[in-house]
T-cell receptor, first 117, second 112 residues
Framework: AQTVTQSQPEMSVQEAETVTLSCTYDTSESDYYLFWYKQPPSRQMILVIR??????QNATENRFSVNFQKAAKSFSLKISDSQLGDAAMYFC??????????????FGQGTILTVHP | DVKVTQSSRYLVKRTGEKVFLECVQDMDHENMFWYRQDPGLGLRLIYFSYDVKMKEKGDIPEGYSVSREKKERFSLILESASTNQTSMYLC???????????FGPGTRLTVT
C-alpha cells in the first residue's frame, strides 16, 4: 500500500516571501501521479498542481512549483511571492497511474499554511 | 464548471441514528468517492464507486455503506451512528485516471 507523509503540521510565511512545503511518499509502483491540493478555511478543496512520475520536468503553475525527486520519493511545493489568499491547509496526494485503482487518492496529513501581512 | 454538491454543510445526529449523506455531481463523472477528514490524519477513503450500482471499499469502510442508483448521485450511509464517526466528510468525483478529482464543500457531522 502507498503512504504519503507531510512532516510539517504548520508553516508560516511573510507576504511576498517564498515558502516550501514538504511531502514524501512510499510506493513500489513506477508510474503514478502526485498532487498538491489546497483547502482554504471553510471552502472547497481545489487542485493546485499535479506531476506525472514519468515526466522529469518539474511542474509549474504560476507562483506554484514542485521539486519532484523520484529516487528520493520526495515531492515538495514551493509557493513564491506568497499572498494572503494562499493561507490554507495544503494536502499532498498520490495516485497510481493504472490497474484497477480507479483514480483513488492517498493523502498526507496536511500542512496548515499561515501568511502574515 | 464542475460542481459537486453535498446535502448539508453541518449535521448533528444522536448515537444510534441512521444517517444519510448525499453527494451530487453535474459533470457525468464515472467515479465518485467518499472521504473522511480528521485532524492529523488527512483524508482517508471510505468507499468509492466506478459506475452505477458498483462500489468498492476504501481504507476505512467499517460502519459505513454506500449507494449509487444514479450516475450523478452517491450516498454515504451510517447505519447506526457512533460518536467516533464525528468528522468532516468530503465527496469527490472524477472522470478517472488521469483526471483530477473535484471535491464538494464537505459535511461536518457531529454525533452526540
Amino acid at each position: 500500500a502507498q503512504t504519503v507523509t507531510q512532516s510539517q503540521p504548520e508553516m508560516s510565511v511573510q507576504e511576498a516571501e517564498t515558502v516550501t512545503l514538504s511531502c514524501t511518499y512510499d510506493t513500489s509502483e513506477s508510474d503514478y501521479y502526485l498532487f498538491w491540493y489546497k483547502q482554504p478555511p471553510s471552502r472547497q478543496m481545489i487542485l493546485v498542481i499535479r506531476q506525472e512520475a514519468y515526466k522529469q520536468q518539474n511542474a509549474t503553475e504560476n507562483r506554484f512549483s514542485v521539486n519532484f525527486q523520484k529516487a528520493a520519493k520526495s515531492f515538495s511545493l514551493k509557493i513564491s511571492d506568497s499572498q494572503l489568499g494562499d493561507a490554507a491547509m495544503y494536502f499532498c496526494a498520490y495516485r497510481n497511474a493504472g490497474g484497477t485503482s480507479y483514480g483513488k487518492l492517498t493523502f498526507g496529513q496536511g500542512t496548515i499554511l499561515t501568511v502574515h501581512p | 464548471d464542475v460542481k459537486v454538491t453535498q446535502s448539508s454543510r453541518y449535521l448533528v445526529k444522536r448515537t444510534g441514528e441512521k444517517v444519510f449523506l448525499e453527494c451530487v455531481q453535474d459533470m457525468d463523472h464515472e467515479n465518485m468517492f467518499w472521504y473522511r477528514q480528521d485532524p492529523g490524519l488527512g483524508l482517508r477513503l471510505i468507499y468509492f464507486s466506478y459506475d452505477v450500482k458498483m462500489k468498492e471499499k476504501g481504507d476505512i469502510p467499517e460502519g459505513y455503506s454506500v449507494s449509487r442508483e444514479k450516475k450523478e448521485r452517491f450516498s454515504l450511509i451510517l447505519e447506526s451512528a457512533s460518536t467516533n464517526q464525528t468528522s468532516m466528510y468530503l465527496c469527490a468525483s472524477s472522470l478517472g485516471i488521469p483526471h483530477e478529482q473535484y471535491f464538494g464543500p464537505g459535511t461536518r457531522l457531529t454525533v452526540t
